[in-house]
């Protein structure tokens, strides 16, 4: 679990995490308050799995393309985990 910006306890799971997003906040499991994310790491956390996916829509090989398209879905979800930082809502 992830710790609370507010209380400092662990109050978001690791699926909470990777879908939230800054229109969507998450319910802190400990003290109730909202967590949230911003536009900005939101969006630097998905460039690079991005930029997998849209490169892997060029190649004429399905097995490649689906597979680095999966790829880019991972490493969305994995940098999303790692490098975005709660804000209280």
Same mark, same amino acid.
């Given at each position: 679990?992830? %710790?609370c910006?507010?209380? %400092?306890?662990?109050?978001?799971?690791?699926l909470?995490?990777?879908?939230?997003?800054?229109?969507?906040?998450?319910?802190c499991?400990?003290?109730?308050?909202?967590?949230?994310?911003?536009?900005?790491?939101? #969006?630097?956390?998905a460039?690079?799995?991005?930029f997998v996916?849209?490169?892997?829509a060029?190649?004429?090989? %399905? #097995?490649?393309?689906?597979?680095l398209?999966?790829?880019?879905?991972?490493?969305?979800?994995?940098?999303?985990?790692?490098f975005?930082?709660f804000?209280?809502e």
């Amino acid at each position: 679990m992830y %710790e609370c910006p507010h209380c %400092e306890k662990p109050g978001v799971t690791v699926l909470r995490k990777a879908l939230l997003s800054p229109g969507m906040p998450a319910t802190c499991k400990s003290c109730g308050q909202l967590i949230g994310v911003t536009y900005g790491s939101w #969006i630097k956390a998905a460039m690079p799995g991005a930029f997998v996916m849209i490169g892997a829509a060029f190649l004429k090989s %399905e #097995i490649w393309m689906y597979g680095l398209s999966l790829v880019g879905f991972a490493l969305m979800i994995w940098f999303h985990l790692l490098f975005v930082p709660f804000v209280k809502e």
